[in-house]
């Protein structure tokens, strides 16, 4: 499924001098262009609508489920093939291993001991008893496990561990046959006491962890695990990266043509030549608005290959432990998505905004992540009407529809949220810096009165200015050398003289007087 309209509506912003009504109006005309290029043009173009149910990867929670889950099938056709050329099980493979005859073996040496005791039932079989060794899970069951097959390993070895054989009973043996426990408890489940039947159920849960454990480990730490997941991964990042970059372009000229054959409407008698070359003059701005913003291209790029790449990831690291739906999938995708974007704006901040405004931002990713799911589940539904069964064109159809109507959504409420009072003082409060609009008055009455004060140094005479400052710096020097408080006095009279400065002792009759008054001023004018 094509990328969420309601992504496409994160970055809207109205320029100052557009009316409000005509900015959302003409976000609205960019959502409906974009849509229907995504959904009835880069799909098809790009064959991207690749979702499966279970993902890209086998996993062997999947292989066992396949026939099961509706829609669910191998993803590698050689995982397919080595399941389909597994060959039939032969008894007599699994019960002549060296395994199974050595523990065969011991089990008659104990009970000759009379030290042999019933794996199933814990009652001890005596020396003249008789007794067979069981495979707790059954051999057959191992051959055709496509888990195991997957996992390249060994029917006959595992078969045979030494955790997958205990001694029986030949009356328990030979009814269980090849049925799991809670199948043959099912049976013959009358036969046997609560607590034995407690006790056989843990005796094979114990057997199918150490069973499933070995299958695990041989499986997920394999190099062709980890191939077809780099390969994937690799796949789906590129492609949705891919698909982002095509659609930023294909938007651009689309948009850059729009203007060319607006402006014609203001003319008159206009020609097919004209209009042609004027769709031509549209492409070719076009593309170089493209060419312009190459950094932008490779950021939508970027953040395409990412968010496919973890999407892939997660996918595949959630069908290890159950089965996801192909909606399922478009939805991890459509987060791991808004997750880059959000993650972007709120740690690497490419646009020094503060952490309000990013607050803000993040808000209106999350507001586009919803509205993207909600058109993936909605193209579910969608899928199952009427309209989802028309050949060709219905899963296109449904696509367009979904990601219109929630897109539609996700415009307005973005734009409320640029827009309406309340998300105004709330971004307001919840910001511990100063708004950027604030700052910038800040800075900018500073600069008026830096001009000012500019200005006035200006009309400063260069060499007088020098000279008063040297008469200053020696009258510092003076009074800071005085001895005495009269030394003082007749040291600031003579420097005030020199610099025409008149001395005011606030009233007091005297400089004594004044500095004897610890709440007098000196003042100088």
């Known amino acids: 499924m094509a990328k969420t309209a309601a992504v496409q509506c994160k970055d809207y912003c109205p320029t100052n001098d557009e009316a409000a009504d005509e900015s959302l109006l003409s976000q609205y005309e960019k959502l409906?262009?974009?849509?229907?290029?995504?959904?009835?043009?880069?799909?098809?173009?790009?064959?991207?609508s690749t979702d499966q149910v279970g993902g890209d990867v086998d996993t062997i929670h999947n292989v066992r489920n396949i026939g099961k889950e509706p829609g669910l099938g191998y993803k590698s056709a050689a995982n397919a093939q080595a399941y389909a050329e597994r060959g039939a099980y032969d008894s007599k493979t699994y019960h002549s291993h060296p395994?199974?005859?050595?523990?065969?073996?011991?089990?008659?040496e104990a009970r000759k001991n009379g030290t042999l005791v019933d794996g199933y039932t814990g009652e001890q079989i005596a020396r003249n008893g008789k007794s067979d060794l069981d495979h707790i899970l059954s051999a057959k069951s191992i051959h055709d496990d496509p888990g195991r097959v997957l996992a390249g390993l060994d029917g006959a070895d595992l078969a045979n561990a030494p955790e997958n054989l205990t001694p029986t009973n030949p009356h328990t043996n030979r009814t269980k046959k090849a049925d799991d426990m809670n199948g043959f408890l099912r049976r013959r489940g009358e036969e046997y006491s609560p607590e034995i039947q407690q006790h056989m159920r843990d005796v094979e849960a114990q057997a199918k962890t150490a069973y499933d454990n070995k299958v695990a480990r041989a499986y997920y730490t394999s190099p062709r695990f980890r191939n077809d997941v780099q390969k994937a991964a690799t796949k789906l990042g590129a492609t949705t990266g891919l698909k982002q970059a095509m659609g930023f372009c294909l938007g651009e000229i689309w948009f850059a043509v729009r203007e060319r054959l607006h402006a014609l409407k203001r003319r008159t008698n206009v020609t097919m030549k004209e209009r042609m070359q004027e769709i031509a003059e549209g492409f070719h701005d076009g593309f170089l608005r493209v060419k312009r913003n190459f950094r932008t291209l490779l950021a939508k790029f970027g953040e395409g290959m990412l968010s496919g790449v973890l999407a892939s990831l997660c996918t595949t690291l959630a069908n290890i432990f159950f089965t996801t739906a192909k909606h399922v999938v478009a939805v991890i995708r459509q987060a791991w998505a808004s997750l880059v974007k959000a993650f972007k704006v709120l740690f690497v901040n490419p646009n020094h905004l503060t952490f309000g405004q990013r607050l803000h931002e993040v808000a209106k990713i999350l507001i586009a992540a919803a509205g993207s799911i909600a058109g993936v589940l909605l193209a579910e539904v969608l899928n199952k009407t009427p309209i989802g069964q028309i050949p060709v064109v219905g899963e296109p159809l449904t696509t367009f529809v979904s990601m219109l109507?929630?897109?539609l959504v996700s415009c307005t409420l973005i734009y409320e949220l640029d827009h309406g009072d309340l998300c105004k003082k709330l971004a307001q409060a919840y910001d511990p810096y100063r708004s950027y609009?604030?700052?910038?008055?800040?800075?900018?009455?500073?600069?008026?009165?830096?001009?000012?004060y500019a200005a006035q140094l200006a009309r400063i005479d260069v060499n007088e200015f020098a000279r008063e400052t040297r008469l200053a710096e020696t009258a510092v020097r003076e009074l800071a050398t005085a001895q005495s408080l009269?030394?003082?006095?007749?040291?600031?009279?003579?420097s005030a003289k020199a610099l025409g400065v008149r001395v005011d002792y606030g009233g007091y009759g005297s400089l004594e007087a004044c500095l004897a008054d610890p709440h007098a001023h000196l003042t100088f004018s």
């Open 32 to 48: 409906v262009t974009e849509t229907l290029l995504s959904s009835f043009g880069l799909e098809a173009l790009l064959q991207t």
């Open 99 to 108: 395994d199974y005859i050595a523990k065969n073996r011991a089990v008659s």
């Open 405 to 407: 109507l929630t897109g």
């Open 437 to 452: 609009r604030a700052q910038q008055a800040f800075y900018e009455e500073e600069i008026r009165r830096l001009d000012a």
């Open 486 to 494: 009269g030394e003082f006095r007749q040291r600031m009279q003579r």
